[in-house]
């Protein structure tokens, strides 16, 4: 059920592949038959069509998914609003376009004249306050007369418009008689929908399927359902489908914080059973002499921060034990990530091993070469760098040096996941900015060494509830020191209508001898979006500045991204025009000013990662964000926030109220789903409490083999956590 997966499908058949006592074939063999009907289509519900059965599974299914809707997804499909007809005023006290709900007294029909369709139906009601009009366009004279008897006192609930003085209600609704007022929904839910489904269709449909839930055993501790004061499933389920008030479908709600709290300890619970497998499969401790590490802080032409030498500490501590090391590298932009884990590298040599270091991008692998090439031969330490570039007889020979153990290290991209990428002694395996990658990737390299220990790097300062959602608990170092000496960037916010004072600046800063980067959204130009591309912002430049400019975007072939690249690190080019391509982790110390054109379109994260690509050097350093007029809220929040602080961990905290949680980790291009029920900016204390409630439950109940451990394997099936079940299973 996509509502609770939030591992992307990959990961799914990563951790199949692990598990060896996995049979394709029979994911569900496994799961309680008290869950069943909960996963069977949605046809399977009385007045459930084929039809009907589409719409649902577009509404509430991720578009790849091939898999029709089942039962399930509709229960879990919860309100996001309300029509509350509480509001009962007399006609003359009803407002303009207010919804209400009001008892009138039947005083005549007036139906179109034969053959004109075009005047509407009307029906005249009253009350004590005066006369309305009732308006039916093309309306069905026998069953109107039905729904209004002449002479009757019956309730209308819809809304009021005054025409010229005169109040009518058009299309009410809902029409029920005096004595059946307890059957009009005071109070309804609302939806979202797809454009192929009604309300009122699919309400029902969930009311449907609000009575094929099962009875099903409660897995939250006693103890902290009433300290919580939640009710079980079953009641919180039916609360926020039928609400009382706004609050019942408020993400505050108790209701609500239960099903999510649901969804929270079975993704922490899935988290920590992988986690434990993959510390169990581990048990080998690599214990170094220090002799490559002393060559490369040698090498260094600058000595560590205490954050750096501490992480550098926490990770040796962990390579030489014999647990598998699972740990997140945090740091943010400029912190210094690769020198920490070069050393770390440089541990795992020492130690008879291999390490693999993996890039998101090819410019950031070769640049990553780059920099650590000379550190690594200062300490003899045999480096190689693989991508899709490496190919035919090269690529041969890396693999066939990889194999033999003559390379100590491999930096590449995901070249370094194919099947015919085989270390001889894989210890430990580096993910650099990980956020690029989804996590599936960080088992996929683990699953290369039978025991490598793993370090995840990250260069988003993710708030620590993201942490915990999208890496479980994990170790976690921080580079929480930015290397001495770095000189705050002056910030500063500039319509595009000044362009010419900028190339004025700009013309001055060349003359200097500066360095500049000059961002834009775009590779060329495109119709739908009028918005500046690279090309184009490199020909005018050009136009300008001759020889200074350079350009660089993810369309050139990768040997003129390395020259253009080259050629701005060497000072033969002043200004490089790029696209987001340099966003992550890419190092010329001596750029000190960065443009960003059409901030407005970029996430706060980004801006921020941009324009730490300045600031790294001894020179003091700007970022100028030139955005289109007029500015949207959200965008000149962003800006604002921006000017005000280079502190990355507040960014991220920003951001996150500002946008979703996956967009902040990059998730949303790669498809990874969020949480459905879970809302961070509600529930961030309840991810907490799932965290330490999984940690004691696998403490105690590894096996989840009590009765509490028998109910937490019913709620993983549903949640679809199936895997993490099977791990168990495999042991
Ligand atoms: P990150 O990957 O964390 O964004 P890098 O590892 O690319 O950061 O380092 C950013 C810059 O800071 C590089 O130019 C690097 O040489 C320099 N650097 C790293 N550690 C230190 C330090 N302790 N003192 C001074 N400069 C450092
Ligand atoms: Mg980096």
Redesign the pocket.
């Known amino acids: 059920m996509i509502w609770f997966r939030f591992f992307p499908r990959q990961q799914r058949c990563d951790l199949t592949a692990l598990d060896a006592a996995q049979e394709p074939g029979h994911s569900h063999a496994m799961r309680p038959d008290l869950l069943n009907p909960l996963f069977a289509s949605v046809t399977s519900l009385a007045g459930i069509g084929p039809k009907l059965s589409v719409a649902l599974t577009k509404l509430l299914k991720a578009s790849e998914s091939a898999e029709p809707a089942v039962v399930g997804d509709l229960l879990f499909h919860l309100p996001s609003g309300l029509i509350d007809r509480r509001n009962r005023p007399t006609i003359m006290d009803a407002a303009e376009g207010a919804l209400s709900t009001i008892e009138v007294h039947v005083d005549g029909h007036e139906p179109p004249p034969r053959g004109n369709r075009r005047i509407p139906y009307k029906i005249k009601v009253s009350d004590d306050s005066g006369e309305m009009v009732i308006v039916y366009f093309r309306g069905q004279s026998r069953w109107l007369e039905a729904q209004y008897p002449l002479g009757e006192t019956i309730f209308v609930s819809g809304k009021v418009e005054w025409f010229n003085g005169r109040p009518n209600m058009v299309h009410p609704d809902h029409v029920v008689p005096q004595d059946k007022l307890h059957e009009l929904p005071l109070v309804e839910p609302v939806y979202p929908l797809v454009a192929s489904l009604s309300l009122k269709v699919l309400s029902k449909s969930i009311n449907t399927a609000l009575q094929t839930l099962p009875r099903l055993p409660e897995w939250i501790e006693d103890g902290m359902l009433q300290r919580q004061h939640w009710p079980d499933m079953a009641q919180a389920l039916d609360q926020v489908h039928h609400p009382r008030d706004q609050l019942d479908i408020s993400p505050d709600s108790n209701a609500w914080k239960r099903l999510a709290y649901d969804e929270l300890l079975a993704g922490q619970l899935a988290l920590g059973m992988v986690r434990s497998r993959m510390k169990k499969s581990a048990g080998k401790s690599w214990a170094g002499d220090g002799r490559k590490q002393n060559a490369i802080l040698s090498a260094l032409p ?4 205490g954050a ?1 030498k501490r992480s550098v500490a926490e990770i040796q501590a962990d390579i030489a034990h014999p647990e598998r090391m699972l740990r997140l590298l945090q ?1 943010d ?7 920490v884990a070069l050393l770390a590298c440089a541990t795992a040599i020492e130690a008879g091993g291999q390490a693999a270091l993996m890039a998101p991008t090819e410019v950031l692998a070769r640049q990553h070469m780059a920099t650590i090439e000379p550190l690594a031969s200062a300490a003899s330490i045999n480096v190689a760098v693989l991508t899709g570039r490496e190919k035919g007889k090269t690529r041969q020979d890396i693999y066939d040096r990889l194999a033999n153990g003559e390379i100590d290290l491999l930096i590449g991209t995901h070249a370094l996941f194919q099947s015919n990428v085989t270390f001889k002694n894989l210890a430990l395996g580096i993910v650099d900015e990980q956020h690029r990658f989804g996590v599936h990737q960080r088992l996929a390299l683990a699953s290369k060494g039978g025991a490598a220990d793993i370090l995840v790097m990250t ?1 988003t300062p993710i708030p620590r509830t993201l942490v915990l959602t999208f890496f479980g608990d994990m170790d976690v170092s921080k ?1 929480d020191e930015k ?2 000496h770095r000189l705050p960037i002056q910030t500063n916010a500039l319509s595009l209508e000044r362009l010419d004072e900028l190339v004025e600046r700009i013309r001055q800063a060349v003359a200097r001898g500066d360095k500049i980067y000059w961002l834009c959204p775009l590779v060329e130009d495109s119709e739908e979006l009028p918005v500046m591309s690279a090309e184009t912002r490199f020909k005018s430049l050009q136009e300008l500045f001759g020889q200074n400019v350079g350009l660089v975007h993810g369309r050139m072939k990768p040997a003129e991204k390395d020259t253009a690249m080259l050629d701005f690190k060497e000072g033969k080019t002043r200004i490089l025009v790029a696209t987001t391509v340099i966003e992550v ?1 890419v ?1 010329v ?1 001596d750029a000190t000013i960065m443009v960003i054109e059409h901030a407005e379109r970029f996430g706060l994260a980004q801006l921020h990662q941009l324009r ?1 690509r300045v600031g ?1 050097g001894d020179k003091p350093s700007s970022c100028l964000l030139l955005y289109k007029a007029p500015l949207g809220t959200i965008a000149s929040d962003r800006i604002r926030i921006m000017r005000d602080t280079e502190d990355g961990f507040r960014i991220a905290e920003e951001d996150l109220k500002l946008r979703g949680e996956g967009e902040i980790l990059g998730t949303r291009q790669s498809g990874t789903p969020g949480f459905h029920i879970a809302r961070m900016e509600f529930h961030g204390e309840l991810l907490e409490m799932a965290r330490d409630d999984a940690r004691l439950i696998l403490h105690e109940d590894p096996e989840l083999a009590t009765p509490r451990g028998q109910a937490l394997r019913v709620l993983l099936y549903l949640q679809s956590k199936d895997e993490a079940v099977r791990l168990l299973r495999a042991g």
């Not at 600058?302 to 921060?305: K, W």
């Open positions: 600058f000595e560590l921060t750096q740091g932009v400029g912190s210094g990530k690769t020198a260069a580079l290397p001495a982790g190092d110390p730490g790294r």
